[in-house]
């Protein structure tokens, strides 16, 4: 197979190779030897065509960049992909084509890393790019992109192929409690008690309990406590994460690189964060005086104390145990943190 054949196979693929075969493919390759890599037009075709080639079949001598470089181009084509994620479907190849290479850039630099040992696959299952898990007494709740909800592997048909669309799952006063960020649907679940409610709110994003009282927040960015509301989330773009920690109410959106909204359920007041270490925040967790972020991006975990001071981070990029494949959903269960990978499919049981 021709060098081109291979790589227009797979044009807008996300896949990223592992072990690949260099012997599937002919010995037509005198062109690397004769170009550089481009500074001048790093969002050209041409260079990331060139970028690809060299990091799929090991030849990064050829780049002549060092392990610093190659990271200082991640974040670079990270951050056009975030800023291509607002735009009309005309640049989609250009948006998987910098998706693509930052992920063979993140396993090219993850080769020299140290592999955290403190991870197993949770299960052996494989899930169908998985939104968000959830651990209950006596079970594991993953909710699948094909409008799907699991419970220990058995597909839930009342919450399933509905058209409801469950993006999250939480525990929330005894039950489990879905939301979208695709429809308006919200189910309230008890499986021990096999109770369930599901209700539509047109201008409902996400619904959770505060204090006790079943609160929301509208699809015009107001939060409301009960009937009342006491605040506003501020600009954003396509919200789709929200998580609450006793007075913070965490939003994920696509609004500014390497941020997220926190809105303090207690004063009624909005703030944006920017991190300098993360650079597509994906999700939290709360484990006792830390937050676990996940970065989509780098594949890895961020440990910050409640102060958002950067404390250290976890796992690597690939599909691994251990390792993180746009990393999407993070909960405790037990001593542990469960973590979901959007492209593998597989869930990993953390201890730290």
Request: aromatic residues 16%; contains cysteine.
């Amino acid at each position: 197979m021709l060098v081109s054949s291979f790589f227009n196979k797979e044009l807008n693929s996300l896949t990223f190779y592992k072990n690949i075969n260099v012997h599937v493919i002919e010995d037509n390759l005198e062109w690397l030897y004769t170009r550089m890599f481009d500074r001048e037009s790093l969002y050209s075709n041409d260079t990331i065509d060139f970028l690809t080639y060299l990091l799929l079949l090991n030849f990064t001598q050829q780049a002549g960049l060092a392990n610093e470089d190659f990271y200082a181009l991640s974040k670079s084509y990270s951050e056009k992909y975030f800023e291509l994620i607002n735009t009309e479907d005309v640049n989609v190849e250009l948006k998987l084509k910098c998706q693509r290479l930052n992920y063979l850039i993140q396993l090219h630099l993850d080769k020299s890393k140290a592999q955290f040992q403190g991870a197993a696959f949770l299960d052996d299952n494989v899930y169908f790019y998985p939104w968000d898990i959830e651990t209950i007494e006596g079970g594991l709740i993953v909710v699948e992109s094909r409008d799907t909800v699991r419970y220990n592997n058995e597909v839930v048909d009342y919450l399933s192929q509905e058209n409801m669309m469950f993006t999250q799952v939480d525990q929330c006063n005894g039950k489990l409690l879905f939301n979208s960020c695709y429809s308006q649907y919200t189910a309230f679940v008890d499986f021990k008690a096999e109770e369930s409610e599901i209700r539509k709110d047109d201008k409902c994003l996400f619904m959770f309990f505060y204090r006790g009282l079943l609160s929301k927040v509208t699809s015009e960015g107001d939060v409301l406590i009960g009937e009342n509301k006491i605040g506003y989330l501020g600009e954003s773009n396509k919200p789709w994460r929200f998580r609450v920690f006793e007075n913070s109410l965490f939003v994920f959106d696509w609004f500014e690189f390497g941020s997220c909204v926190i809105f303090d359920l207690e004063a009624g007041l909005t703030r944006r964060y920017t991190f300098e270490e993360m650079w597509i925040p994906h999700d939290v967790v709360r484990k006792n005086d830390n937050y676990y972020f996940l970065d989509k991006q780098q594949g890895m975990i961020f440990i910050y104390d409640l102060d958002f001071r950067f404390v250290n981070s976890l796992l690597t990029f690939g599909y691994d145990k251990g390792q993180l494949c746009d990393p999407i959903g993070i909960k405790k269960n037990g001593e542990a943190l469960v973590v979901s990978s959007w492209l593998s499919g597989v869930i990993n049981s953390v201890h730290v």
